[in-house]
T-cell receptor
Framework: DAGVIQSPRHEVTEMGQEVTLRCKPI?????LFWYRQTMMRGLELLIY????????DSGMPEDRFSAKMPNASFSTLKIQPSEPRDSAVYFC????????????FGSGTQLSVL | ELKVEQNPLFLSMQEGKNYTIYCNYS?????LYWYRQDPGKSLESLFV?????AVKQEGRLMASLDTKARLSTLHITAAVHDLSATYFC???????????FGPGTRLSVLP
């Protein structure tokens, strides 16, 4: 299995622009998570889905952030408009509910908003 | 609200030495996870601890869980440079596949 695939690996954009991050979870996994990592705040859970349905989006910082999961193999995290304080590494992770659950992380997207 | 704390946050140790990283959490949970992150890389799962008294070992790392004390430890034996990384513990909140991560312990093993 190729693991969790995220794209792009790096994104540099200007303040005010729309940014879309993409994630393909491991096939068969029924949970998908979006995390943000910064030096100041560590790893923060933004939102997670179960069977493509958003379960908890309380970590989404503000209305500028939105996430979708149109099918079991694809999710997007969109920031519109982007701001410099959104600069961070965004990780997608997936897992399978079962006897032993653990998260499998993608390689992350390094976002820089200038 | 579930809070997860780790200490120390930074650890510099010499090769060959032993040390322990501690992970405390604030509410009841029977599931605790340890992850490793190398600089600029993603997180890699190390251990999954699913019950009180669980102990897992791999190489020079050993993790344990005491759910009554809400404490997990990650013990490093005879450290080597390759263990230099940031180590995170995470707790599953309400068995809902909702992990809360600790702040991480940045470990540097010096020759």
């Amino acid at each position: 299995d190729a693991g969790v695939i995220q794209s792009p690996r790096h994104e540099v954009t200007e303040m005010g622009q729309e940014v879309t991050l993409r994630c393909k979870p491991i096939s068969g996994h029924d949970y998908l998570f979006w995390y943000r990592q910064t030096m100041m705040r560590g790893l923060e859970l933004l939102i997670y889905f179960n069977n493509n349905v958003p379960i908890d989006d309380s970590g989404m910082p503000e209305d500028r952030f939105s996430a979708k999961m149109p099918n079991a193999s694809f999710s997007t995290l969109k920031i519109q408009p982007s701001e410099p304080r959104d600069s961070a590494v965004y990780f997608c992770a997936s897992s399978l509910e079962g006897a032993v659950e653990k998260l499998f992380f993608g390689s992350g997207t390094q976002l820089s908003v200038l | 609200e579930l809070k997860v704390e780790q200490n120390p946050l930074f650890l510099s140790m010499q090769e060959g030495k032993n040390y322990t990283i501690y992970c405390n959490y604030s509410t009841t949970s029977d599931r605790l996870y340890w992850y490793r992150q190398d600089p600029g890389k993603s997180l890699e799962s190390l251990f999954v601890l699913l019950s009180n008294g669980a102990v897992k070992q791999e190489g020079r790392l050993m993790a344990s869980l005491d759910t009554k004390a809400r404490l997990s430890t990650l013990h490093i034996t005879a450290a080597v440079h390759d263990l230099s990384a940031t180590y995170f513990c995470a707790v599953d909140r309400n068995y809902g596949q909702n992990f809360v991560f600790g702040p991480g312990t940045r470990l540097s093993v010096l020759p």
